[in-house]
């Protein structure tokens, strides 16, 4: 039978139970590939650590270079999570012919168009279905199963850590700062959370998903994101009285034109949206196709167990384009989308909270400057305030784009009669 | 570029739409794929019936043999729903070493095993993504994105007609056969139902599905299926007054022994599980693998648009493999798994509704036999009766076997109290 010799840079939570897994559910894969996939070496930081598998010291080495010295290495599996050293690590096994997989979105998100060239150039799939959304199979389905379709919309709840956050707030009237600390305590928070509560994580695995779908590496410089740090218990409140749920969403379009958008944000989405009932850790992408239409994909987003299926199903695929190459070497790029809408220009609804003095013609004075800016009201409520003098006005507009809402946002924020900062986010109907 | 010749046998709703798409989304897939698909030749029984897309008369034959007897036709479609003929097609088509692609699912579910040791023999993929739930890509994502798990469960909601009757029932009160006359001026349910109905066309999937799963063709005898035909409004507004709704469901177990079951039936499922949430007609898989967890995919699972979608991303798949063979027909069988569990053996919660005299002593004399079969009860109610002087008597039964269900059915029915024959619908509470 033949075998296939793989080689792990990093073991981190993921690479370990990639090893685990490979190695406790051996049999059912090589039943199901007729082949073997073998882990021959390991690159590693510290191999005194524990990891909660048994690694037999002979496949260990620090130095990541000995997986690329080694001829007989033919899968490279990229679990660093590294920017420039992972970028080498895959560059160098891309050279040498070697079959990357890899689960980093960071550098995919940042350098995907420079790794897919040098791919291309040299003949080498790059696979990294472990990069977006845990264990939901969303870069095949994309990718494979949607080939026939023109992706119209992806809207999709892709940190799980974040999403965590907004679950404990909701349903125990948490503020973000004791809900990030709930969650940190509960593992599902790093110490440095960054990236997850500023959107970042979701940004880049929005960019890889666009970019898959359009055909073309979506700069990062091009997207809108904003995180969820600044969601408080009451707009949370406020969101469900309004019949909302508040998710940190990445939304993805193309319009009729074929520019497309990308963007992270916090956003009010119907409760009875089944994307509002995706708690805790969990992910879930409502995919929009031209032929198939609405669709959705739910699953863990992260663990060791869920990303190690993604990469585990990876190297099947390593494997079987061993065995018979293929022209597509993980994304394919094509010429028929290739702009992005400008983010001044990106319509959307939205929420806006407001903190004013409470006497009469404040409301007169906020709908005055949203109708100069042609921005539609659709509902106003004013409800119980508890900061004394000042109390809380809660509108809802209709569409308008981003450019005439900042706009708007500095004219009524500069009003005498209003007392803080005006909070504002994005509603998504799903009209 | 290079050119793949396709041969299109049946153009109903499916094939019309498969020829449709590739045509208005030709430029897409030719810069996806890199290659060209093209409709070479297309049988259909009568050339003058209108199927809403133009077909040029020169691709026209009312003979399928002319698709196998042209050596440039490379890939099949088989869409022609038939038994005995679709299986000539294939299987004429396997022996000149043509892929088929398919949609036929009692085909596939009586003579999958024929089929495969066909496709095996002569090295000729098989590709039926279209077969189960539209396009819904729950076959790519078993067989390949999953493919390091073992598949502990599938529960299914896998009928579309059948799911709509049921929904209409919830939302508007109708009763069975009123919801399906609705059903069929909708033109969701054929005028021949049967096979949507009577849970068959669900135990088609089913049967592919576990087969897909468990590496053997699991023999349709060995599965039990129960349609929804004798679900009342009752039923429907009982089940609510417990918490669930009712579902025809698809469910497909491993247990810790290897053995295997697969079963249709309408269930009561938890009314805040997200299936419950499945609606219209609508498809939703929820799969439990061992190392990715719980997973859901939801879409369209019938329906000429989305149907196409799934038969286009085959036809992808099945070009790839002319350019690059694989070892992979499109199943795989394995030992790993090879019995069912006898249908008297599975075990499952139940409802049970009788129609009993009102008076004392009723309910010692139904919970005596259930005692006396080792079945637990875990609620009864007795709600408003509306049957003078026989009343409704709901129970809610801890798990059972089939076989002991049966045999409580039975004596509970020969009761001199019960005035009708008892009505048992099964419970699934995804503990």
Known sequence: MQHFAIGLAGMGNV????????TQNRALLRERLGFELDVKKIALRDPKKDRGVAVPPELITTQWQDLLDDPSIQIVVELMGQKEESLRFMLGAIERGKIVVTGNKA???EHGREIFEAATKHKVPVFFEAAVAGGIPIIKSIR???IGNHIQS????INGTSNYILTR?????LGFAEALVEAQEAGYAEADPTLDVDGWDAAHKAVILASLAYGFWVPTDKIFVEGVEQITANDICFAKKLGYSIKLLGIIKADAKGE????????????KHVLASVNGVFNALAVHGDIVGDTLFYGRG???DPTSSSVIADLAEAAAALQAPRSNYGFMPHGLYGTCTPIDDIVSEYYLRLTVEDRPGVIAQVAGILGSLNIGISSIFQPEGDEG?????ILVLHKATHGQMNTALEKIGALECVKKTPRMIRVENFA
Chains 1, 2 share one sequence.
């Open 15 to 22: 690479g370990a139970g990639v090893f685990k897994h490979l």
């Open 107 to 109: 550098l995919l998100a």
């Open 144 to 146: 494979e199963a949607f």
């Open 154 to 157: 992806i809207h999709g709840i």
């Open 169 to 173: 707030m909701v349903e125990s009237g």
């Open 260 to 271: 497309i958008e990308v963007r992270v944000h916090p956003t009010l989405i119907p409760e």
């Open 302 to 304: 992260a663990g060791q």
């Open 389 to 393: 003098a000042a109390v809380p006005l």
